[in-house]
């Protein structure tokens, strides 16, 4: 296939990996602030997929849609290190509190905004909610047909895609013509590394609400090198209705933020011994843990 | 996520030297092409970010995908299938994560799709790679190829091979035969050129050549019938894709058992001459070769780093006795002088770097313009330095790292020995160090000049010894006048005498000492920048002291018949 346009969706979240004391709002929201800001986990594997894609299809652009604070231009040009062509971040205040339905109306707008298109991709899920809602969502929204739980892409013949997905118990090979979205699992192929040119081309790349925010003076550079500049879409710029965004368009309310300590008397203690180990064993199969 | 760059500091205190400012500058050409490029520097702080930058991903592939693959890697090894070199799996999937990341052919020129790196930042790079695998460090670091295609070959070469590199191709440089080893004079291999098919072909056996099936190979070749010396060896360019080459087998070897050493067999392979016949080895070798010394020190100190750290962690973790093993003075003693040793050789490995920097980048101006008397002053000066530096280098860092992967296996005890631990691999990837680029002991060969020109003893007392120094290190300072004293006078005992072999057999401690003078003067220097060189150049002082009192011992007691005592009556 000659010249795909694909659209990688991607969420710079909390690193849960850290959880500290002070994660959780009072409100019951995620306190961003006391976690470090990094690419969602599955979204670098949903953009190794497309980068592979580019490098077999040359021709190929890669155009990363993310929604969130001005920083969040950090994912856009981490994208453009390793290889994707350009990136909008979707921010406004009036986006504050969004749900997953409210999020992926609001991708869906941006993501018409941007057809034609071959591919919309993103990771399965953030590991801030692991909810798995937003790629589907954005996908019925746009009426396009969805593949999840995508590990590799296996072949394009005309206008199709066949992919193969990692599902509990095996895998499946399904075939979906494009345009359609896919979300990736994390069993696909690891993120590759920067790639030093684009590194030294795009470091300097930088949003508006960015340069409002540090005194690095780069607009005289962005006259010069267009392609250093980060677009910032408004709620306006995407033709969005308000009433469908933040609390208001948000049917998921959050009740009650319980901490959960495992107690003592959960564990068990189990020997060495070969025949212990087997049993476990068999149990961890039995119930699906394991296999 | 480890990474290889940013977990070691002193890394970014040696790119952040202050001469950089004058490599960059010419290197860059007043950074001319910031217009026609998009990843060129528009300034020396980009540029010194730039490889700050790139060096991290160096870092980073290295500490996530390399270190990782090393153990399985030299558990597999390379492999002979349908006469193809085939990769240890984890091998292919190094290269491949280099290649993506744009890391080879770092110094090549932009316009062959390279970085335009000076020596510096890629020997940085150089010493991170074979912290994270020392085998896989010669495949990588055979990308100096490139350079010698760049500084000597046509523009037609330069074309057809250059821009391969940063796509991933692989290099090999042919130098050793089962006759020709260090002395490279008697090489065999022979070239004839052929009128009707209007190529040189290569006929003969190569042994002992790393990556030997590579994508492209350098081969030195006897190009001039009846010639036995040096000067009828040219140097050729040979293309894998031309399949006229057998690989006899793949040699199996004590360590950087990932690195494949092949046995080649060349039946009219063709080929593309280098730049002028009968330079083959007098000058285009001899070049190639100090970029490959300067490539072993890196790789040794590289070495030297992951021994140091793998016996550090181990120290801590293993109790005896009721407390942590480091606590014991036999124990901390070890570690410290390990650390000390990688200080001192690292500043001797990146003062190197930026004089063969410095005096490359003005041959390459020169090719562009006439230098002035000033430049050209320069040029002279730090090529003069490159000359003895480098195989001062060479031969320090790689006994060096044989030294610390002894130790560093030492303080493992028992378990070292076994094969559990990445010390054991380390410890036979160090072994190869002080052996292959020329020996040790040819090494001396090329640094006495620096003893008995007097270049040593000019940077000592021209300049280094000129500097001031911290207060509170002055009173190292005056150890290190002692030294010299010192030094001169053994210098001046044994080449009085004019006997050349008396010098011979002395050479290597009169080389010796005169390395331990200038690192203790590089860490009195490096302590200007950064406090923790205090300690390391106190030390470190301390230790290279009394070695070269011993030496000088030995030196001056030596009385000059008992040579004959030590010879062996071998006739010939």
Known sequence: MKGLKIIVLAKQVPDTRNVGRDAMKADGTVNRAALPAIFNPEDLNALELALRIKDNNPGTTITVLTMGPGRAAEIIREAMYRGADKGYVITDRKFAGSDTLATSYALALAVKKLAPFHIVIAGRQAIDGDTAQVGPQVAEKLGLPQITYAEEILSFRKEEITVKRRLERGVETVSAPMPLVITVHSSAPECRARHAKYTIKY????????????????LQLQKDRPYLVIQEWSVDDIGADV???????????????????????????????????EDLMKELITNHTVG | MANFYSDNKDLKFHLDHPLMKKIVQLKERDFAENDSCDYAFLDFEDAMDSYDKVLEIVG???????????????????????????????TKENHEALTRAGLIGMSLPRKYGGLNFPMVPYVIAAEIVSRADAGFANIWGLQDCAETLYEFGSEEIKNEF????????????????PDAGSDLQ?????????????????NGVKRFITNGDADISLVLARSEEGTMDGRGLSLFVYDRKDKALTVRRIENKLGIKGSPTCELVFKNAPAKLVGNRKFGLIKYVMALMNSARLGVAAQSVGISEAAYRE??????????????????????????NMEVKIRAVRSLLYETARFVDIYKNFISISEERKLDPEERN???KYQRLSDVFNPLLKLIASEYSNEIAYDALQVHGGAGFMKDFPVERIYR???????YEGTSQLQVVAAIRGVTSGTYLGIIRDSYEKETFRPDLEYLKPNLVKMTDEFEKCVKLVTEAEDSEYLDFHSRRLVEMAGNIIMGYLLLKDAKRDESFLQTAAIFTGIAKSQNSERAEYIVNFNKKDLGIYKYNFEI
């Open chain 1, 203 to 218: 470091k300097r790349a930088r949003s508006l609400s960015e340069l409002q925010d540090t005194s690095e003076d780069y």
């Open chain 1, 243 to 277: 009433e469908q965004l933040g609390l208001s368009g948000s049917p998921t309310k959050v009740r009650k933020i319980e901490n959960v300590v495992f107690a003592g008397r959960e564990s068990r203690l189990l020997s060495s011994s070969d025949d212990d180990i």
């Open chain 2, 60 to 90: 980073d592939i290295c500490g996530n995908i390399i270190a990782p693959n090393a153990e399985s890697v030299d558990n597999e090894g390379p492999s002979l299938v349908d006469n193809e070199v085939k990769y240890a799996r984890g």
């Open chain 2, 162 to 177: 250059l821009p391969r590199f940063n796509k991933g191709a692989t290099a090999a440089m042919d130098l050793t035969e």
């Open chain 2, 186 to 202: 008697a090489v065999q291999l022979k070239a004839t050129y052929d009128e009707k098919k209007d190529t040189w072909l290569l």
């Open chain 2, 311 to 336: 016996a550090l962690k181990y120290a801590e973790e293993r109790s005896q006795f009721g407390k942590p093993v480091i606590l014991f003075p036999a124990v901390y003693e070890l570690l410290r």
């Open chain 2, 378 to 380: 320069d040029q002279k």
């Open chain 2, 429 to 435: 990837d160090a072994r190869i160090t002080s052996i």
